[in-house]
């Protein structure tokens, strides 16, 4: 079993489109992240949440809303997509206490 | 949280020890030093972390000095599957809402 997957891997799109990655771990932990990787390979914290709360809301464009249904999932959803977008998305988990994340296999995303 | 610094590149033979050195002359008394490194395309992968003491585990060995203004982490045994870009981080709980910050860290590229 995967300790933290997301989908989809890969997601190919066109500018203006709305699209979500979703994002699952059966670790038991109770916080999760949301990291951007751009095309310089700098890792970014964009959200970190809590038992459901959100605790860490970096400078991220509100196009970017993330939605936490339980403490297993993160899920990001991106409005209005635009080139800059473009970047590879990791999601992880931990333990509130630890600096011991788990990641994620990323999700490429591309906007044409 | 401190800045870290490290080396932007390093080459190691196979089968050596490969050597990674980090400064961190501004780490706070409660701040742990993380290592974690990320194999190309895939999600960041955490390796060891330490306060004060030495530590080790099953992948490596992590070497703090006295002072704590630097560390060291040793791969023993350094194989082609060890090529990554590692990072050194301060981490302390409550710290930047207990966010993981990543620099540039060190690409290491092992050679047969």
């Known amino acids: 079993d995967t300790a933290v997957s997301q989908t989809p891997k890969y997601l190919v799109t066109q500018m203006g489109n709305d699209k979500s990655i979703k994002c699952e771990q059966n670790l038991g932990h109770d916080t999760m992240y949301w990291y951007k990787q751009d095309s310089k390979k700098f890792l970014k914290i964009m959200f970190s949440?809590?038992?459901?709360?959100?605790?860490i809301n970096e400078t991220v464009p509100n196009r970017f809303s993330p939605k936490s249904p339980d403490k297993a999932h993160l899920n990001l959803h991106i409005n209005s997509l635009e080139l800059g977008d473009s970047a590879v998305y990791f999601c992880a988990s931990s333990l509130r206490e630890s600096g011991e994340l788990f990641f994620g296999e990323g999700s490429r995303l591309t906007v044409l | 949280d401190a800045k870290t610094t490290q080396p932007p590149s390093m080459d190691c033979a196979e089968g050596r020890a490969a050597n990674l050195p980090c400064n961190h002359s501004t780490i706070s008394g409660n701040e742990y030093v993380y290592w974690y490194r990320q194999i190309h395309s895939q999600g960041p992968q955490y390796i060891i972390h330490g306060l004060k003491n030495n530590e080790t585990n099953e992948m490596a060995s992590l070497i703090i000095t006295e002072d704590r203004k630097s560390s060291t982490l040793i791969l023993p045994h350094a194989t082609l599957r060890d090529t990554a870009v590692y990072y050194c981080?301060?981490?302390?709980?409550?710290?930047?809402?207990?966010?993981?910050?990543f620099g540039k860290g060190t690409k290491l590229s092992v050679k047969p």
């Open positions: 949440y809590n038992n459901k709360e959100l605790i």
């Open positions: 981080i301060g981490w302390v709980y409550g710290g930047s809402q207990g966010n993981l910050i």
